[in-house]
């Protein structure tokens, strides 16, 4: 057992409280969660409470809510963390003396061009073979083509996606070599306000 899987059982009463039982935090998360449930710094002994007593998740509930600022912070700084992570990750393959994993990126953005290309010849070649050749069939295959684009729209969003947060990437690297200060992501805007707001009560009080 570990904090991970507490955090499953408790998430759909304290969400906040589940997701960072499933992160970086959880063994300072699991350290409130146990104190609050009544039982020693330890999983088995959190999972023990909740399949015996039913009012524990309500007790986790109460916990969420009367350190919702606490916790949001500690949201705020592991996702934080988790981005620098991949961040580094990410330098260090720009950083790479291994060509391949320099060029990973570009190389995932022209075969996506790529297959999008010949998908897309590929599929005008099929009408236009079946309208010149079979005219009486032109509507079926059209049809059987049209059932087609939801999946495909499903897998070029995921594509495109990546495809989207790398270039993305990319042109904050080039701002970073550059010498320039690329703009805050939406979690350091979010940080930032919520800091700053902490702040305000604190000398209010």
Known sequence: MNWSEIGKSVAKAAPLIGGLLGGPAGGAVGA?????????????AVANVLQADP??????????????AELQRMHIGAETARLAQINQ??????????AYVRRWRPTY????AFTWSAQMIGLM??????????????????????GLLGPLMVLWGVALSI???????????????AGQQPPPGLLSVIAQRFAG???QNNVRE
Do not use: C, F, H
């Open 197 to 199: 707001a902490t702040e």
């Open 163 to 177: 495809l989207g947060v790398s270039i993305s990437k990319r042109s904050q690297d080039k701002q970073v070599t």
């Open 109 to 112: 953005g022209y075969a996506a």
């Open 55 to 68: 009012e524990a998740l309500l007790r986790i509930r109460e916990l969420e809510l009367k350190n919702t």
């Open 89 to 98: 990750t990410i330098r260090a393959e720009e950083a790479s003396n291994d």
């Open 125 to 146: 070649i099929i009408v236009g073979y079946v309208v010149v050749k079979s005219p009486t069939s032109a509507s079926a295959v059209i049809s059987a083509l049209a």
């Open 32 to 44: 409130m969660v146990a104190s609050a449930v009544g039982v020693d710094n330890d999983p088995s």
